[in-house]
């Protein structure tokens, strides 16, 4: 049995073209980890902009509606 670190010590990026759905799915991935705490996924942030976010993301998607396109901007 393997043991799960305390610490992340894996990465995902997620990559893709315009449109292509990186926001749906980095929303559903906090969702997710969110709701199965205890399953190891997690998506972590590092400053409160970050943090808001990704629960405006969470919000939009509770509602049924799609978030809205993202700049540029790297959160």
Request: net charge negative; charged share 15%.
């Amino acid at each position: 049995m393997t043991e799960h670190a305390s610490t992340p010590t894996d990465h995902i990026f997620v990559i893709g073209y315009t449109g292509s759905g990186k926001t749906c799915f980095i929303s559903g991935l906090h969702e997710y980890g969110r709701a199965h705490q205890d399953g190891g996924l997690s998506v972590l942030h590092d400053d409160t902009q970050t943090a808001a976010y990704l629960e405006d993301l969470s919000a939009f998607r509770q509602q049924g509606q799609w978030p809205p396109p993202t700049t540029g901007t790297v959160y």
